[in-house]
Every structure is written in structure tokens, then in C-alpha cells.
């Protein structure tokens, strides 16, 4: 994600009830922390601001 405040990932096996971990790998001094919105089929990674440079960010699915 570099230059974006919001990542979309389309995944038919979310849903409105998953739980998502969300985590920046990479430093950057203007992304310092993600949120994770899960609705059907689509993921939303949203950062607290646009990121300066490249920010790795990992996720990992639950589905009850």
C-alpha cells in the first residue's frame, strides 16, 4: 500500500462475521496502524493515514 489510505481484497469467504488480524510490517512515518473491515466478500484494510512509501501489511481470515 504506498500512497493509498484504503486497500480492497475481494474474497468470497469473508463475511460480515469474520475476524481479521491486521498487522504493518514495514515502517512508515505517516501509516502507523490498520484497521480491518470485513463485509461479504470483501476485505477493507484502512490506515490511520496514506502511506509515504511501500507498507507491507499482513492479514490473517478467521471465519466462525
Do not use: E, H, R
Amino acid at each position: 500500500v504506498n500512497g493509498s489510505q484504503s486497500y480492497f481484497i475481494t474474497n468470497g469467504l469473508v463475511t460480515v462475521n469474520s475476524i481479521v488480524v491486521a498487522t504493518i510490517n514495514s515502517a512508515d512515518s505517516a501509516a502507523l496502524s490498520v484497521q480491518a473491515i470485513p463485509t461479504a466478500g470483501l476485505l477493507q484494510l484502512k490506515a490511520n493515514a496514506a502511506a509515504n512509501a511501500d507498507c507491507d501489511i499482513s492479514f490473517q481470515i478467521l471465519t466462525p
